[in-house]
């Protein structure tokens, strides 16, 4: 095999490779992942950081040293969904918008997708709560199977993220 | 001595006509109904079709701002608790308008990429009859995520329901 031939052969290789890891990694989320909690869970800050997982017919968002859970039955709806978000983001990307010549504009250019989470349940008096999450793309799909099969219901049992399915599907905005 | 005089009589009725306007307006003002609890409907979105973050986030943020704004009784959709309470208002929102937006135009252009939302409130008594209807909208034009409108719907809505309900402890 000439130089050439190898070179070729490693850079098909590599190409495949680049397809189908990122498809593998976004059905591999079965541990607790790491998400925003953007709002709506009773007692949890608005934006809190912490990891999200489906055990024994609960939702477990664990934050700090606190966690809360949301029993899988008591889910009305759990929808998923595409979104995308400042790659540069936080107080960085605040003052980054003070840059000269725009460049903190150009900065905003660049947004990595991620997949989101909307959960709505019911509190022990009936009363109705909503809960959104943001997640790395692919996590959420994993998550809302996890629920359905632990006795959650959805309004929408066939729709999966975009993302995580297709490469070519336009992303929406961060909310 | 005389010219100085009139000048002060004609300059102190000038002052009580502007002083009392305002008065007058405040008498001619509707009085505020009286609600000893809020509870609120889910957002319904049936002609319009809306991200399921932003129903969620329109009705959390909806129940956040009124709780901030004095209604110590704010039920949610569905809680039994409010079935025994007298003088309950119920408050209806439906989505009337939506413009997703892009954060990544306002970010970069500044001048597009608004989002907005129009919503139709409703607030009627426990038995149905509607007591005040009225459009709102929320909109996000220069920094933050699109979900931002949201807030800005929610804080405006909890204003028009402080103007126009009291509650118990809060006049």
């Known amino acids: 095999m000439t130089f050439r031939g190898a ?9 495949f490779a680049g397809l189908v890891i990122p498809v593998a990694n976004a059905q591999q ?21 912490g990891t999200l997982g489906v055990e024994n017919g609960q939702l ?5 040293k606190a966690s809360s859970e949301v029993s899988a039955a008591s889910i009305q709806d759990v929808v998923t969904g595409a979104d995308s978000q400042r790659t540069v983001g936080g107080t960085i990307g605040v003052v980054s918008m003070a840059a000269p010549y725009g460049g903190g504009r150009v900065l905003s250019l660049f947004r990595s997708k991620i997949d989101t989470l909307t959960v709505q349940y019911r509190d022990a008096d009936g009363g109705l709560h909503g809960a959104i999450f943001t997640m790395p793309v692919g996590t959420a799909d994993v998550i ?13 049992p066939g729709d999966s993220t975009p ?6 599907s336009p992303s929406k905005e961060k909310p | 001595m005389k010219r100085i005089l009139d000048a002060g009589i004609k300059l102190s009725l000038f002052m009580l006509i502007f002083s009392a306007s305002p008065l007058r307006a405040q008498k001619n003002k509707p009085a505020k109904i009286k609600a000893a609890a809020l509870q609120v409907e889910m957002i319904q979105s049936d002609e319009i079709k809306l991200p399921a973050e932003f129903q969620v986030a329109l009705y959390e943020n909806l129940i956040r701002q009124l709780e901030k704004n004095g209604f110590s009784h704010v039920y949610r959709d569905g809680d039994r608790n409010a079935a025994s309470v007298a003088d309950l208002v119920v408050l209806h929102s439906t989505v009337r308008g939506f413009k997703a937006g892009s954060e990544r135009a306002r970010q970069v252009t500044t ?7 129009t919503v139709h409130c409703q607030f009627t008594s426990s038995d149905g009859t509607s007591l005040l209807e009225q459009d709102v909208n929320g909109k996000v ?19 028009v329901a402080n103007e126009n309900f009291s509650t118990p402890g809060r006049e």
Not at chain 1, 35 to 40: E, I, N, R, Y
Not at chain 1, 147 to 156: D, I, M, N
Request: glycine share 12%; proline share 1%.
């Open chain 1, 163 to 168: 993302a995580a399915n297709s490469n070519t």
């Open chain 1, 144 to 156: 809302k199977k996890e629920l359905v099969a632990q006795g959650a219901h959805t309004t929408a």
């Open chain 1, 60 to 64: 477990h968002f664990v934050h700090g």
């Open chain 1, 7 to 15: 070179t070729v052969l490693v850079g098909v290789g590599l190409l």
């Open chain 2, 111 to 117: 001048v597009s990429g608004a989002t907005s939302i």
């Open chain 2, 141 to 159: 034009r220069f920094f933050g995520g699109n979900l931002k409108a949201t807030y800005d719907f929610a804080k405006k809505a909890a204003h």
């Open chain 1, 29 to 49: 989320a079965s541990g607790p992942v790491k998400v925003v909690q953007l709002t709506g869970l009773a007692g949890v800050k608005d934006n809190a950081k």
